[in-house]
């Protein structure tokens, strides 16, 4: 993101949601509060994990397991069972980095980074579950044309102090006939109680009735924030 921003990049592709942890909070915050980006693109993939060892280790030689919180999350059987330390990294490539020349550690990760380090995969597929996929988000500092197949991401908050603003905010969409695909909400922190709601709807933000309810929406909200308007995954 912080590339995007600088100018650095023109595009950025970042984790917004997988199919067994949910929401990826950092992502979120991070658009809600400190770049000022489009989402110009979204992309659904498979994931599986695998457990990434240095060459010879066998499973009862590894104490320790290194990886990305959301990867750690996704295959919490696997290291409960086998009885293994996990630990957080930044990247499931930078904890396969870390694991080099150690027998007791291992790594959690995609296949790509055994290659680039001269390690191998112990053990394959060991998310939780096989339906495990995350969706991405293709990042700009422009918006995307319509295409006639188009979603709109955006982020509000509501009065704390009227009833019912949030069912009358939602209301908006069903009044115009308007398919709402995700509503979730992230503390805004600000204190407790306190929140901010992502929702996903159908339609472009340059179409008349996306701009109407947009405009609604923020005469009757306290912040509004469009992350932007790409083609439908």
Do not use: W
């Amino acid at each position: 993101m912080e590339s995007v921003k600088n100018g650095d990049c023109s595009l950025g592709v970042v984790p917004i949601e997988n199919s067994i942890e949910g929401p990826v909070g950092i992502t979120l915050d991070s658009l809600a509060h400190k770049y000022d980006l489009k989402i110009f693109k979204e992309i659904i993939i498979p994931i599986n994990q695998n457990l990434i060892v240095n060459p010879g280790t066998k499973l009862e030689d590894i104490k320790d397991v290194y990886s990305h919180s959301q990867a750690i999350s996704q295959c919490q059987e696997f290291i409960s069972e086998n009885k293994i330390q996990p630990h957080y990294a930044v990247s499931t490539a930078r904890a396969a980095k870390s694991i080099i020349g150690d027998k007791s550690k291992a790594a959690i990760g995609n296949s790509k980074v055994v290659d680039l380090y001269g390690l191998e995969i112990l053990r394959s597929n060991i998310q939780d579950t096989d339906n495990n996929e995350t969706r991405f988000v293709v990042l700009s500092k422009k918006s995307h044309e319509m295409t006639g197949n188009d979603k709109t991401s955006i982020i509000f908050s509501i009065f704390e102090d009227r009833p019912g603003q949030l069912y009358h905010i939602l209301g908006i969409f069903e009044r115009e006939n308007i398919n709402l695909t995700k509503i979730e909400s992230r503390p805004s922190k600000k204190g407790l109680g306190k929140y901010l709601f992502f929702v996903d709807f159908n339609g472009h933000k340059d179409e008349s009735v996306v701009q109407n309810i947009l405009k609604e929406i923020e005469e009757n909200t306290y912040f509004l924030k469009v992350l932007g308007s790409y083609p439908e995954f």
